[in-house]
């Protein structure tokens, strides 16, 4: 049977004001409002005149090693300087302690569901110390969200690919086993050897038909080095709009000619970059990677875990702080650090039917705010999630 529900008086991006209809999950109509405000013989739900965005497109998270829901664990400060090797080891020591993985995934998942998140790509660690563990119980917190958000698992060497024995073998196994793309993590001071990383993380790619999503924070000429290496990888394989650098911290500290450059590349490859806009490191510049054609996309990354406490799984505050740190004060650029999580996210991650548009998916976000750069500074709480058409989420939590 045909299930159809009308939103009343939608206030679009564009400042119109619309009546939506809802058909099995679809817009099948836009219209401009008529100025109804009461029940017809269709179930109808009047907005008032909210802003309706697209759900938000949460495009890097780690769902198995966040602790939110579970108790506080007090930030573990390394001994000499930051180390990766070293904060694995202090993640290893707090997930031995902590609650059970599935239950701390779904508090995860719920936050970011109650604040507006529809689409989701999370990072999951498979490597030679806890093996396909983590991916087991990941793949199956999936499926049992599967109704009410979109999930892409990218399958993460935390450990290093060469430097942690049978990573390969199990990255291999966990493409087999569902996930949507091959990670890696900095290939140069990491594992210490760029290609044969690379021809790892390129080689699985190829062989299961699927994308990268690489994090390097790598800085400097030594970061830049290994994203040309990603884009002439991607361009020989054809994969261009597959493929994402996270991070790509190196491009915000080089020079400007050497940016000009690096951005032209990275957008005919067709390699997109995610950032968190994070508070201590330099990470690349949004608008001048935007101006050269680069998808520049967002994501929170870490929230209350081994690596920093902060993080609220709300994409609305990101697009906040990446304007905020971006320096974006005009209109246009606040609705620019708007289109990373939303309209920027969904080409990275290649969603299909996305955006309020006839034929897409009813997944949206009703807030009070006149309009989107004014819902990117004020960050409006009271909000109502709505996933294929049906209420999902009111003001951060989980309806029924
Ligand atoms: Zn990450």
Same mark, same amino acid.
């Given at each position: 049977?045909?299930?159809?529900?009308?939103?009343?008086?939608?206030?679009?991006?564009?400042?119109?004001?619309?009546?939506?209809?809802?058909?099995?999950?679809?817009?099948?109509?836009?219209?401009?409002?008529?100025?109804?405000?009461?029940?017809?013989?269709?179930?109808?739900?009047?907005?008032?005149?909210?802003?309706?965005?697209?759900?938000?497109?949460?495009?890097?998270?780690?769902?198995?090693?966040?602790?939110?829901?579970?108790?506080?664990?007090?930030?573990?400060?390394?001994?000499?300087?930051?180390?990766?090797?070293?904060?694995?080891?202090?993640?290893?020591?707090?997930?031995?302690?902590?609650?059970?993985?599935?239950?701390?995934?779904?508090?995860?998942?719920?936050?970011?569901?109650?604040?507006?998140?529809?689409?989701?790509?999370?990072?999951?660690?498979?490597?030679?110390?806890?093996?396909?563990?983590?991916?087991?119980?990941?793949?199956?917190?999936?499926?049992?969200?599967?109704?009410?958000?979109?999930?892409?698992?990218?399958?993460?060497?935390?450990?290093?690919?060469?430097?942690?024995?049978?990573?390969?073998?199990?990255?291999?196994?966990?493409?087999?086993?569902?996930?949507?793309?091959?990670?890696?993590?900095?290939?140069?001071?990491?594992?210490?050897?760029?290609?044969?990383?690379?021809?790892?993380?390129?080689?699985?790619?190829?062989?299961?038909?699927?994308?990268?999503?690489?994090?390097?924070?790598?800085?400097?000429?030594?970061?830049?080095?290994?994203?040309?290496?990603?884009?002439?990888?991607?361009?020989?394989?054809?994969?261009?709009?597959?493929?994402?650098?996270?991070?790509?911290?190196?491009?915000?500290?080089?020079?400007?000619?050497?940016?000009?450059?690096?951005?032209?590349?990275?957008?005919?490859? !067709?390699?997109?970059?995610?950032?968190?806009?994070? !508070?201590?490191?330099?990470?690349?510049?949004?608008?001048?990677?935007?101006?050269?054609?680069?998808?520049?996309?967002?994501?929170?990354?870490?929230?209350?875990?081994?690596?920093?406490?902060?993080?609220?799984?709300?994409?609305?505050?990101?697009?906040?702080?990446?304007?905020?740190?971006?320096?974006?004060?005009?209109?246009?650029?606040?609705?620019?650090?708007?289109?990373?999580?939303?309209?920027?996210?969904?080409?990275?991650?290649?969603?299909?039917?996305?955006?309020?548009?006839?034929?897409?998916?009813?997944?949206?976000?009703?807030?009070?705010?006149?309009?989107?750069?004014?819902?990117?500074?004020?960050?409006?709480?009271?909000?109502?999630?709505?996933?294929?058409?049906?209420?999902?989420?009111?003001? !951060?939590?989980?309806?029924?």
């Amino acid at each position: 049977m045909t299930e159809q529900t009308i939103f009343l008086n939608a206030r679009l991006a564009d400042g119109a004001l619309v009546d939506l209809t809802v058909t099995d999950g679809r817009f099948s109509a836009i219209t401009p409002a008529a100025g109804r405000t009461q029940a017809t013989t269709t179930a109808t739900i009047d907005l008032g005149g909210q802003l309706v965005v697209p759900g938000f497109v949460e495009g890097h998270i780690h769902l198995d090693t966040s602790f939110y829901g579970d108790a506080w664990r007090p930030h573990i400060p390394c001994t000499d300087g930051f180390d990766v090797r070293e904060r694995v080891a202090f993640q290893a020591q707090n997930l031995a302690a902590a609650a059970p993985m599935a239950e701390r995934a779904k508090s995860q998942l719920e936050l970011c569901i109650g604040n507006g998140s529809l689409a989701m790509r999370s990072h999951v660690m498979v490597d030679g110390s806890v093996g396909l563990k983590h991916l087991e119980t990941i793949l199956a917190v999936r499926e049992a969200y599967r109704d009410l958000i979109d999930i892409q698992l990218v399958a993460f060497p935390q450990s290093g690919i060469l430097s942690s024995p049978g990573t390969p073998e199990l990255l291999d196994e966990a493409l087999r086993l569902g996930c949507d793309l091959i990670g890696g993590l900095d290939p140069a001071s990491f594992d210490r050897d760029v290609w044969g990383h690379l021809d790892v993380v390129f080689g699985l790619a190829h062989k299961h038909g699927v994308g990268v999503d690489i994090h390097l924070h790598d800085g400097g000429s030594l970061g830049l080095f290994q994203i040309e290496e990603i884009a002439h990888r991607t361009k020989a394989l054809g994969m261009a709009g597959h493929v994402a650098v996270s991070h790509a911290y190196a491009l915000g500290d080089i020079p400007a000619d050497a940016l000009n450059k690096a951005g032209a590349m990275l957008a005919t490859a !067709g390699v997109s970059i995610m950032t968190n806009a994070p !508070g201590n490191h330099a990470f690349p510049p949004v608008a001048a990677l935007r101006q050269a054609g680069v998808t520049v996309f967002g994501g929170s990354d870490n929230i209350r875990d081994s690596w920093w406490p902060y993080g609220d799984g709300d994409m609305l505050s990101r697009a906040n702080l990446i304007g905020y740190r971006s320096g974006f004060y005009e209109d246009r650029e606040l609705a620019a650090a708007f289109d990373v999580v939303t309209y920027a996210g969904a080409k990275a991650l290649r969603l299909e039917g996305y955006g309020i548009a006839v034929g897409a998916a009813a997944d949206f976000v009703a807030m009070r705010a006149e309009h989107v750069p004014e819902a990117v500074v004020a960050v409006p709480r009271e909000r109502t999630v709505h996933r294929r058409g049906r209420l999902v989420a009111q003001d !951060g939590k989980m309806a029924g």
